[in-house]
């Protein structure tokens, strides 16, 4: 489950808000980008700040991981999801395949594929990560609106029969 929190956390959507405005550049997206993702390597809890209040985050994960439905999720359920996976895994890293940042009227919209690999109960297991962002300006400052993220098991993961699913 906490892999699953670490994978979300890592994966989503970014929605503007409607008092974003739009100062915001390409550049300063990307480094965002690359600080909530250090962040997340280092499990630092400040990456929670990033996200608007009433962010909306959404999250699909395989079926073998029997944690039910794909769903919409408030920003403390994220939150605690996210940080009981970092208490039930151990070293996690990932690799960032592709990074996009487009201009969306007054907000960036962020996609990334991440190859993300994780120990768990003494098994190594690997899943893909396919994230979208929505990420605006909201009080000078980079602000996650809309979070998704897509995880799915990587082919290693499943070439590797001695890797269970996480429950």
Known sequence: MKTVLKTVLLSGLISLSPLANAALDEKQVRNFYEQLLAQIHNEDSSFFDHFQPNATIHFAVPVSWQMGEPGKVTLEEYKYLIEETWNYTENYNFDVNKLEAVQDGDAFKVSADLLERYTMQGHTFSTTNNMELRVVELDGKPRIATYHSTISDA?????????????
């Open 155 to 167: 082919p290693a993961a499943v070439a590797d029969k001695s890797a269970k699913p996480a429950k």
